[in-house]
């Protein structure tokens, strides 16, 4: 077989060898004293990842001056951080290593909230584990918890220090104790790394503002705008209602400083290599507080170059590669979770073992929400008949709603492809899940909306945008069913395609939209907060008499979640989408060693029609048993699908 590294790469490869050669003396003495079995065990994975990890580093530093010096003390720190990781994520770090695909199981189930907004405390949220054990799930990522300046924070994503719990929620033991007694529950704790930005209140900024050009170099401090107008001509304004540009003028400091989201949230320098240092060490201390996944907040955004939009730069991928690399020395079960909202073909770019393991899935949620505005599958099964591919050890987070906005992230292409206008598709949807569509259920508020060329997103809790707020408002029995039907119909479908399930708390349950926050000047612009009310346990309470909604709600949720953990065919990821003749049925195919699950939705408030011949050409029998519905089906005859039924059918003997 030919040869096809270049001579780069070997160049690369015999300069790491040297320098690993240079430096394990000098690391053994540093760490001579500590434990022989944890040494054992770090030296053996830095042998291991050093080449990779050096490749990564070089590529962005590798022409500073002082490059070995800092590569020298990154690997000291990722020394000091593995021998004070305690002792029982050490043995977790062991457990996953020998089962590196513990993720894929059909078991594993997610959930993702505020704490304050959930029970106001970690102490509080503690008292919470058997209700997550409930719901049965198996990681709760907890949005930002860390310190974050008294006014606005962007929801917690303006952090100034991420060693310090939010006073208003706890301390970092309190967290540490969190996180042991969710693992003990079989829970594993996901947090965000905020990487990309701090606040303007982080020790680094203040000490930049007060003169230091160590700090400044942190950042990017521009003294004119000469170069931040250059910037702007290719950069994409990310908020341009509320916040216009990528810079803020600091009146303090006679300076433009980089803020990509807000004034508050400065963009680092990853260019200086002690940005990445001092950012690895906040990871590997997050980490080591017990945290087991990290999504990486806004990692399509953290490396600039002039000319460009400065968005999926290829030294962004570079720079969560080499990140990963420091967690697999240091803190080897730690996972990364891409949150990159951005276009697809960028998405599926940060998903791999050697970048994220685990990603959103932001184009299957847009998608499943356009076909229920359009009634109509083909722009969803035409997307994920060839979008949902990713590499086999790594998987899918499914969902349905987050704290974010919902974006109308499907590619244009593929709209054409089907001779949809993509422009005018996103502002109907728009339209529609607003209320301003004639005969839309939906009751969802516009985000960022810009008058002049319609463009927006969506704000709005699920039980609001499937119209269940209409129907309690008008009390009517049959769009009150229609609307439990539609939140059945989503989560039985991200239960059931490739990945892991994530519920946004409050939904289990029919959580409507709060409009209350309009009264609070802090997110009185901001309609996320529209969805991102305090959980109401009075209602949560509800969930166990089956005669009210939330019993409703969460009795079916309830049932496709024990259908998943007792149905080894959805485990992992692969999904191969199915084209019926109706285009209101989306319809896909699971299977596995186990053996095979052929799934049909009707995304209309009619009855659907599954013709016989597509049963047995898919199914590959005559005999089904539909696992939700817990009845016989016969591939004889055609099927009838009630409005959103959805059937999880299996071969019966």
């Not at 700090?215 to 705008?225: G, I, L, N, P």
């Not at 990486?296 to 969560?320: I, R, S, Y």
């Not at 960028?346 to 076909?371: D, F």
Request: proline share 4%.
């Amino acid at each position: 077989m030919t040869d096809l590294r270049t001579l780069k790469d070997y160049q690369l490869d015999r300069e790491a060898s040297r320098c690993l050669a240079r430096l394990l003396p000098r690391l053994a003495d540093v760490f001579a004293a500590e434990e022989s079995t944890a040494r054992t065990a770090f030296f053996a994975r830095l042998e291991r990842h050093f080449d990779e990890l050096f490749a990564r580093l070089a590529t962005l530093y590798g022409h500073h001056y002082d490059f070995y010096f800092h590569l020298e003390q990154l690997l000291i720190e990722m020394g000091q951080s593995w021998f004070e990781r305690p002792a029982d994520l050490k043995a977790l770090d062991f457990q996953r290593s020998a089962n590196p695909q513990w993720f894929q199981s059909q078991k594993m189930m997610a959930a993702v909230y505020y704490v304050d907004l959930l029970v106001g405390d970690l102490d509080g949220l503690r008292a919470k584990i058997p209700y997550f054990q409930e719901l049965g799930l198996t990681y709760l990522h907890l949005m930002p918890l860390f310190n974050v300046p008294a006014g606005e924070s962007d929801g917690g994503y303006a952090i100034s220090d991420y060693r310090t719990v939010d006073p208003r929620l706890g301390t970092m033991d309190q967290l540490r104790q969190l996180a042991a007694e969710l693992r003990q529950a079989g829970i594993s704790l996901c947090l965000d790394f905020v990487f990309n930005h701090t606040s303007d209140e982080h020790t680094w900024a203040l000490k930049a503002l007060a003169g230091d050009e160590d700090y400044r170099a942190f950042y990017f401090f521009f003294a004119d705008r000469t170069l931040p107008d250059q910037y702007e001509r290719t950069l994409r304004e990310i908020f341009p209602d509320a916040r216009p540009g990528s810079f803020t003028f600091r009146h303090d400091v006679n300076h433009w400083v980089w803020t990509t989201f807000n004034s508050f949230q400065w963009d680092l320098n990853y260019a200086n290599p002690a940005v990445f240092r001092a950012m690895a060490a906040e990871m590997l201390f997050i980490a080591n507080a017990g945290t087991e996944i990290l999504r990486l907040d806004a990692l399509a955004f953290t490396w600039k170059q002039m000319g460009t939009d400065c968005e999926n730069l290829p030294e962004a991928h570079v720079l969560v590669q080499a990140f990963n690399l420091v967690a697999r020395i240091a803190a080897p079960s730690l996972l990364f979770k891409s949150e990159a909202i951005v276009h697809p073909d960028e998405v599926n770019k940060y998903i791999g073992t050697h970048e994220c393991q685990l990603s959103y899935n932001p184009l299957l949620m847009a998608l499943l929400w356009n076909s229920l505005a359009t009634r109509e599958v083909r722009l969803l099964r035409h997307s994920m008949s060839y979008r949902y591919k990713i590499p086999a050890d790594c998987a899918w987070v499914n969902y349905i709603r987050v704290h974010d906005d919902i974006g109308w992230t499907f590619d244009d292409g593929d709209a054409n492809a089907l001779g949809i206008n993509g422009f005018d598709h996103r502002r109907f949807l728009n339209n529609f899940y607003t209320g301003r569509f004639a005969g839309s259920f939906a009751r969802g508020l516009p985000f960022q909306e810009n008058p002049r060329t319609g463009d927006a997103r969506i704000s709005g809790t699920l039980a609001s945008l499937t119209g269940l707020e209409e129907a309690l408002h008008k009390d009517d029995p049959l769009l009150i069913d229609l609307a439990i039907r539609r939140i059945h119909l989503l989560y039985s479908l991200i239960f059931s395609t490739g990945g892991i399930p994530l519920i946004y708390l409050g939904d289990e349950v029919g959580t409507l939209n709060d409009y209350s926050y309009r009264n609070d000047p802090a997110k009185a612009e901001d309609s996320r907060w529209v969805h991102r009310p305090a959980i109401d346990w009075e209602q949560v309470a509800r969930r166990n008499e089956p005669s009210t909604v939330e019993g409703r709600i969460f009795g079916g949720i309830q049932h496709l979640n024990n259908l998943r953990q007792s149905t080894p065919i959805l485990a992992g990821h692969d999904m191969d989408v199915v084209h019926l003749a109706n285009d209101h049925v989306f319809a896909f195919v699971r299977s596995n060693e186990v053996g095979r699950l052929f799934v049909v939705a009707n995304f209309t408030e009619r009855e659907q029609i599954v013709d016989a011949n597509s049963l047995r050409l898919h199914g590959l029998a005559y005999n089904f048993h539909d696992l939700i519905g817990d009845q016989p089906v016969h591939a004889g005859v055609d099927v009838r699908l009630e409005p959103y039924q959805v059937m999880w059918l299996v071969t019966k003997a």
